[in-house]
């Protein structure tokens, strides 16, 4: 300790040891070889205070998309059968009926999840960036407590890049992990908020202290110049022997807001909608093709899903006092209805194409109660269910 205040000129904070000391300070008189050699973070802008900066943004807006993806899930109707994963067990949330009104509604809770979702992307990596040297503390806790709390911090930095990158795989339609990403993405969020609790709980007092230690408007005025260390802290955030500011404080966070920023510009155009679906030039929905009928763009054609519009194929009317099926020439002989229809999709992006087709309640001519359900399928193949009202889209001629 004496020699290395002498080096760096600031004492170190002595470590604080819980229950049994003895254990964690023999486990810390024995490190691991060439762990010294990995702690080589002498940032000087590591510190309490701006990993509390990037942590209070966190804890305002990481709330907001995990509810709207629960939403998500509700929405679905899982008291119908209808969500994804179906049968999540006791992991399950209250069920209620979405409303239909107003019809922005899932626009804006989702378009909020995704959204809100990728642009605190650098906000994220900025925050492990700052407790990057947490990594390789060592020993790696100093009480039970500890140990704890750093097991939530494997569910919670697992549980959101996991969050992160099936979230971003699902939206570009790739599918690489192998497994079901509603699953996963489901299951894996109620992981991430165990974690982000616990987490919360253990640091939310230390939080508050290390905001009020210094202003946020007077270090936005301290340039790279004169850009100091914070003081050492028992957390060891703080680099005992930094470099020289390559940056100021202010720089970082303008650096990271920026980012924020960028990736907003380049993913609301494809909630939004209007000219803005131009700027989401990187996002499969975040480009239009004309004003025609093309220009709404859809996720796979029916011969790529496998999907034989024939001789066999046949929309079948359950749920009134008798069945009916109707082939596809009937179909097309019946009367058409043209609506403006409000779009949303799971994976964030919206549209509002002008769609042709045949309500349910025309089916009322051919014999069938428009109040019951609708299973359109080909006669052997999965079926797919439309409720009453809904526009009942076919393919034309």
Known sequence: MPALK????????????????????????????GLDQLNRWRSPLRGPWLTSIFGVTLLVCLPL??????????????????AFPGDVGWLHLP???????????????????????????????????????KLFAWPPARSLANILERLSLLLLVGGILFEVATGVLNIQYDYVFGFSFYEGHYYGAWVFIGGFVVHVSFKFRTMVKALRSRSLWAELKIAKADTKPEPLDEEGLVAVNPRPATISRRGALGLVAGGALFVAAITAGQTVGGISRWGA????????????PTSFQINRTAVAAGVKVDNTWRLSLTGGERDVQLDLATLRSMSQHTADLPLACVEGWVDRPVVVGRTAAGFGAAGWDAGAGVRACPVSGEERVVRAGDLTIQPSA
């Open 95 to 133: 069920f209620f009926d979405w409303p239909t009104r107003p019809a922005w509604l899932f626009r804006l809770t989702q378009g909020l999840h995704v959204g809100l979702g990728i642009v605190l992307v650098p906000v994220i990596l900025a925050k492990l960036w700052s407790v990057v040297p």
């Open 65 to 82: 998309v995990t509810v709207t993806g629960l939403l998500d899930f509700i929405a679905y109707g899982p008291q119908f059968g209808q």
């Open 6 to 33: 002498e080096r760096t000129g600031r004492p170190q904070v002595p470590p604080r040891h819980g229950f049994p000391q003895r254990l964690w300070k023999t486990v810390e008189e024995h490190p691991p070889p």
């Open 281 to 292: 030039f990187l996002l499969p929905r975040g480009r239009s093709y004309g004003n025609g």
